[in-house]
């Protein structure tokens, strides 16, 4: 099945410091997606990318999707404490009939004041 | 602003009975999906359901699984004989057309704990 590769695993950072995770994958996806997951809670859909070399920005955060189509990353600038969590990139392939979303393993950001 | 809820926030079951999770998707929304998330570890897809039948289903999805939209506003998730290794967090989620600009919005999800 498809794989995404997600890194680092964890990071802990300064506050006030940039970071920068990303996701590659062997296969091609159509769609990219960037979550973050609080503690005992869902997914919650920060950035959402549709065409290769796509930019977009959230407030401090800012994804791109990677122009061979198997790549995104996720920066957030000038980190606060309460971008704590575990962020999850998901891509979503062409040829999925049913949406089906593909999740790399999740970034888990901790932020020291 | 509209969201996806679920419930109930936590199931408790001994192995081998049912369990039916539940959600309400985002009103407008038209496709609906279960994922599940096996605790330190990442959100695997379960199924997705489009015009009251199954899209697309993965591996996990076998036949001890079954998804149910029983009236306009629920959708329903029933895992027949539970085992051990069903103990996970489940989420569903909705969007609101298929392919590209038609994001998933995830509940908060069911913390089921099979014993």
């Known amino acids: 099945g498809q794989q995404l590769n997600q890194s680092p695993q964890s990071m802990f950072i300064q506050e006030g410091e940039d970071v920068s995770m990303n996701c590659t994958s062997s296969?091609?996806?159509?769609?990219w997606l960037w979550y973050k997951q609080d503690p005992g809670e869902g997914p919650v859909l920060l950035i959402a990318?549709?065409?290769?070399?796509e930019l977009t920005s959230n407030g401090r955060l800012t994804a791109q999707f990677g122009i061979t189509r198997k790549d995104s990353f996720l920066n957030i600038s000038a980190s606060i404490p309460s971008d704590v969590g575990i962020y999850f990139c998901?891509?979503?392939?062409?040829?999925?009939?049913?949406?089906?979303?593909?999740f790399g393993g999740g970034t888990r950001l901790m932020v020291k004041p | 602003e509209p969201e996806v809820t679920q419930t109930p926030s936590h199931q408790v079951t001994q192995m081998g009975q049912e369990v039916i999770l539940r959600c309400v998707p985002i009103?407008?929304?038209?496709?609906f999906y279960w994922y599940r998330q096996i605790l330190g570890q990442k959100v695997e897809f379960l199924v997705s359901?489009?015009?009251?039948?199954?899209?697309?289903k993965s591996e996990i999805f076998d036949d001890q699984f079954s998804v149910e939209r029983p009236d306009g506003s629920n959708f329903t998730l029933k895992i027949r004989s539970t085992k051990l290794e069903d103990s996970a967090m489940y989420f569903c989620?909705?969007?609101?057309?298929?392919?590209?600009?038609?994001?998933?919005?995830f509940g908060p999800g069911t913390r089921l704990t099979v014993l």
């Open positions: 989620a909705s969007s609101a057309g298929a392919g590209g600009a038609n994001e998933q919005f």
């Open positions: 998901a891509g979503q392939a062409l040829n999925n009939a049913g949406n089906m979303l593909t």
């Open positions: 990318l549709y065409k290769a070399g």
């Open positions: 009103s407008n929304h038209l496709y």
């Open positions: 296969s091609i996806f159509n769609t």
């Open positions: 359901f489009y015009n009251n039948e199954i899209s697309e």
